[in-house]
């Protein structure tokens, strides 16, 4: 009877276990789920890119240009001397008897504006930031969002593919079908048996591609695995095209374009300051002096000023008009390059823009109602075999250019909105 008892109480308490540990199992499964996202659409991308650790670094950098731009404007701290002489000596120097005590305050005062010119150079540091900023963002932006037209359209190889699979077997099937009539050759249906295997590999390709596209997109606001199972978009569509002296304005909001501005005030911020650092500062001091032998006080002043025999500051001066004359350069063929950048993104969108359309409004239906056409007259042996294949093939090679071809024209036109600017604009 003990032993009975016993062996219950060990169940019961095996039971509790399994019973504790099926519960927790289930919430850690429930948490999964709701952290895990069904769809995700560009407007989801977009904000996580919002969030993405490259963004938040470039966020802190804007904070230290504001910490340098506060620490520019700011008075050199005085300095406090305490200086005590004769003492520890002998005879009337012994101890502190004769000793002499020095207290003074020096002040260097910066002659010539050096302080207006380190504050206009951090100020325009602080522009730079915020333009690179603005760089940054679009440029997350930009590849975030070919990253999610990518999975797009993996996601359509893959649902092409499992029905050129589906259709493959129905081939298969119908093939096989007439062969046992006696009807068509059985060679035929090892064709068609070939085409199948091969319509069953494509699909197992297909399913890795995506997975690689999903690992690619989410690496792009940071994360090491994705958490949505889709995406999902308006991959078939076509945006109004824009005109040519739209795009000439829009480039000047380039902030690629827009940050030069900053760049050359600061280097003639900096030229400004190696101007003044030629003027020698000024260093005013006044103090006391106390005689402990007399016990008399007395007050003492000074002045220090450095003479610029030698170092007049010249090679500075010298380094900064180079810099100067080096940033026009570098920056007239920068913005040649970007604006050569935008024609040829422009050229590339027309010519992707029709494909897309041509393919989408002419190719893609009469290679639809070829390949229904064919395969009717098939199965109602008006065609042979190779006939229906190759109007089936010809379908699905339209297909696959129709995704290359919307593939190539979401990346022309995500070019040129980066090359203009306008890459933070929500569609």
């Known amino acids: 009877m003990c032993s009975f008892t016993r062996y219950m109480t060990c169940a019961v308490f095996v039971a509790s276990i399994l019973v504790a540990s099926g519960s927790v199992h289930a919430d850690t499964t429930s948490q999964k789920v709701t952290t895990s996202i069904e769809a995700l659409s560009l ?4 904000l996580r890119i919002d969030k993405s650790p490259t ?44 000793a002499e005590t020095t207290v003074s305050i020096a002040q260097l005062f910066e002659i010539g504006g050096k302080r207006s010119a380190r504050k ?24 975030a969002m070919k ?22 077997e129905q081939a298969y099937q119908t ?6 009539a006696g009807k068509v050759s059985p060679v035929q249906q090892l064709r068609a048996s070939v085409e199948l295997k091969f319509s069953r590999s494509a699909v197992e390709t297909a399913e890795r591609q995506i997975i690689q596209a999903y690992q690619e997109l989410c690496a792009k606001w940071g994360d090491s695995k994705p958490d949505f199972e889709k ?42 300051l190696e101007r003044a650092n030629s003027i020698p500062d000024v260093t005013l001091s006044f103090g006391v002096r106390k005689s402990e032998e007399t016990g008399e006080s007395a007050y003492l002043a000074g002045l220090e000023l450095p003479l610029p025999l030698f170092d007049r500051n010249q090679g500075s001066r010298k380094s900064a008009k180079a810099e100067i004359s080096q940033t026009v350069f570098t920056r007239n063929a920068t913005l040649a390059l970007l604006s050569s950048d935008l024609q040829s993104a422009f050229q590339e969108l027309l010519a992707t823009h029709y494909q897309a359309q041509t393919i989408q409004g002419d190719i893609m ?58 890459i933070d604009q929500n569609e």
């Not at 407007?43 to 977009?46: A, E, H, I, P």
């Not at 995406?231 to 002296?245: A, C, I, K, S, Y």
């Not at 829009?250 to 030069?260: G, M, T």
């Open 147 to 168: 990253a999610f037209y990518a999975s797009l359209a993996s996601q359509m190889r893959l649902e092409q593919a499992k029905q050129l699979a589906s259709l493959a």
């Open 231 to 272: 995406v999902v978009g308006n991959f078939d569509e076509l945006f109004d095209l824009p005109d040519r002296t739209t795009l000439e304005v829009s480039f000047l909001e380039n902030p690629d374009v827009q940050r030069w501005e900053a760049e050359l005030s600061s280097k003639n911020a900096n030229l400004k």
């Open 43 to 46: 407007k989801d991308v977009l």
């Open 365 to 422: 239906p009469a290679a639809e109602q070829a390949n229904e056409a064919a395969q009717i007259g098939y199965r109602e042996g008006k065609f042979d075999f190779l006939e229906a294949l190759d109007a089936q093939r010809t379908l699905f090679d339209v297909k696959a250019q129709y995704i290359d071809a919307f593939s190539a024209y979401h990346e022309s036109r995500l070019n040129v909105m980066r090359l203009t600017g306008q």
């Open 120 to 143: 206009a150079i951090a100020s325009q540091e602080h522009r730079l930031t915020k333009w690179d900023k603005r760089s940054t963002e679009q440029d997350l932006r930009l590849d």
């Open 175 to 180: 093939v096989a079908d007439r062969v046992e």
């Open 55 to 98: 963004l938040k670094a470039v966020e802190k950098a804007v904070e230290a240009a504001e910490g340098n731009l506060d620490q520019a404007g700011l008075w050199l701290n005085p300095e406090l001397s305490i200086e005590v002489e004769n003492f520890g000596g002998k005879d009337d120097l012994e101890g502190f008897n004769g």
